[in-house]
């Protein structure tokens, strides 16, 4: 198995959102991506740049790194990336995802993936 996790911020929905992605990345250079990301999704309504520099802050990053990142927009054309992969496959709202090349979007219960990943298997063991 290969978890493959790409941008996709709805910036329609929360105007902050692009750059709360670029701002995990930051994150990411010093190893916090995964934390960092879970405390934005945990603070939605807290993503204006200030906001997102005291999480870094609150997570014990080193400052003045974090913001020399975030503010040069390192990552933007990362995030731009993501965007445009979802786009090109047919993704319209998060979570998306993609087992095998099958799409199961939107928020989903545990079964309707397990299901996938069964008859995904039961594929490969037939070929």
């Keep these: 198995m290969r978890l493959v996790w790409k941008d996709?911020?709805?910036?329609?929905?929360?105007?902050?959102?692009?750059?709360?992605?670029?701002?995990?990345?930051?994150?990411?250079?010093?190893?916090?991506?995964?934390?960092?990301?879970?405390?934005?999704?945990?603070?939605?309504?807290?993503?204006q740049v200030e906001a997102l520099k005291k999480h870094a802050v609150e997570l014990g990053l080193d400052?003045?790194?974090?913001?020399?990142?975030?503010?040069?927009?390192?990552?933007?054309?990362?995030?731009?990336?993501?965007?445009?992969?979802?786009?090109?496959?047919?993704?319209?709202s998060t979570p998306s995802v993609f087992i095998n090349g099958r799409l199961v979007s939107g928020a989903q219960p545990f079964e309707a993936f397990q299901a996938i990943v069964e008859d995904e298997l039961q594929r490969a063991s037939q070929r």
């Design 8 to 47: 996709f911020p709805l910036t329609s929905i929360h105007p902050q959102a692009f750059k709360a992605s670029e701002a995990a990345h930051c994150a990411g250079d010093q190893g916090r991506y995964w934390e960092y990301h879970d405390r934005l999704f945990a603070n939605q309504q807290a993503l």
């Design 63 to 92: 400052s003045s790194a974090f913001d020399s990142c975030l503010d040069s927009g390192k990552y933007a054309d990362r995030v731009r990336a993501g965007l445009q992969a979802g786009a090109q496959l047919g993704v319209g």
